[in-house]
């Protein structure tokens, strides 16, 4: 069975690294016979998370349909910015109150459960967003208990890693986004 894959970027910013990287790995997904699905969180906002707002009225109804979303895949790809070396807020809130999210009969962090998650970041610092890639494992392994497979993409000096057709300059870092692609498919149907 070909695993259905989720794929968003943290950033919604006009010409971001990290929505072309997103758009690459559909690409590679769509590629390798995947039924694929590809948002953008400019859809889905969400007001910044407060427990107090969270008690009095729940978890916002884009919160809802992000989780549900996200329970109708077996894999999830995100793609992160990194700001000051880690998370970028749209992104943390976003996964906050996802992980808020749960329906009866169904436990804590369900979207987080049962699907395998890839991860992926661009940056035209040297370090390629590895800092970020390292908050959102840990926000996405430890704090909501999803499995994160270990390889990972970041990639340095985006400005000028893609071309015209949005295609990856470098013959290593293509192989490498194939890499976690296979990986992140192999994972999902295990998990399936």
């Known amino acids: 069975m070909v695993p259905k894959i989720l794929v968003f970027a943290g950033s919604i910013r006009t010409g971001s690294h990290n929505a072309r990287l997103a758009a690459r ?11 694929v699905t590809w948002i953008s969180l400019v859809d889905y906002p969400m007001p910044l998370y ?3 707002l969270d008690a009095k009225s729940g978890p916002p109804d884009n919160a809802l349909k992000l989780k549900r979303l996200m329970m109708a895949h077996q894999g999830v790809f995100i793609v992160t910015p990194e700001h000051n070396a880690s998370v970028p807020p749209l992104l943390k809130n976003t996964l906050d109150w996802v992980s808020r999210v749960h329906e009866r009969n169904e436990q804590p962090l369900a979207a987080f459960h049962n699907r395998a998650f890839a991860l992926g970041a661009a940056s035209d610092r040297s370090t390629g967003g590895v800092y970020a890639l390292l908050a959102l494992r840990q926000v996405l392994e430890i704090g909501c208990g999803a499995m994160v497979i270990p390889e990972q993409i970041a990639i340095p000096h985006a400005r000028d890693a893609f071309d015209e057709a949005d295609d990856l300059k470098d013959e290593r870092t293509k192989a490498l986004l194939q890499q976690v692609v296979y990986r992140l498919i192999e994972t999902a149907q295990e998990r399936a």
């Open 25 to 35: 790995a559909v690409k590679e997904l769509l590629q390798a016979g995947c039924e």
């Open 50 to 52: 407060d427990g107090d």
